[in-house]
């Protein structure tokens, strides 16, 4: 009974469509599988380019600066994309939770082999297989809070308005 309240004086927009879902979680599943593909796939290849840890890390950096910046340039306009059969995605905190869900559950996986080259990284050169260079684990941290906040709530404040 409670759910079918209005909340407020204004008319009420129906809940969005197991197709408007679909296309919203695809989308921000696609932009942060890219994301962390990209990042995974960049260090990698860097690692053959630079012997040296130290060589890397600035290379790194700015290669990981620069994949944010179109991740979020994408989200933004992939989030305001009108879709030829579905629509536009309009924010509403059903989309909203979705976005943020999708973000966490199901495109969560593809930043553990990020975590497995930036440990590598971390202990390269040291006694014991100890960390040495904790700079690698820290870049995969914000690349990874990027990945589960920053992406998503670009994602989410670029929906249109569902009025």
């Not at 630079?50 to 979020?72: C, D, N, P």
């Not at 989030?79 to 924010?91: E, K, M, Y």
Request: charged share 15%; glycine share 4%; proline share 6%.
């Amino acid at each position: 009974m409670v759910d079918h309240l209005p909340v407020g004086t204004e008319a009420q927009r129906p809940p969005p469509r197991q197709a408007t879902l679909a296309l919203l979680v695809g989308r921000i599943t696609t932009i942060k599988l890219a994301y962390w593909t990209a990042l995974t796939a960049f260090e990698l290849a860097l690692r053959l380019v630079y012997a040296l840890q130290a060589q890397r890390f600035g290379w790194s950096v700015a290669f990981a600066g620069f994949a944010t910046l179109a991740a979020l340039l994408w989200a933004r306009r992939s989030a305001r994309a009108i879709d030829p059969r579905v629509g536009a995605l309009s924010r509403s905190i059903p989309t909203i939770a979705t976005t943020f869900a999708a973000a966490t559950v199901v495109a969560s996986p593809a930043s553990l082999p990020l975590l497995l080259v930036e440990r590598q990284r971390s202990i390269e050169g040291c006694l014991g297989l100890v960390t040495c260079h904790p700079e690698a684990l820290w870049l995969w941290v914000a690349t990874l809070l990027i990945g589960f906040v920053l992406i998503p709530a670009v994602f989410a404040a670029s929906l249109r308005s569902s009025r």
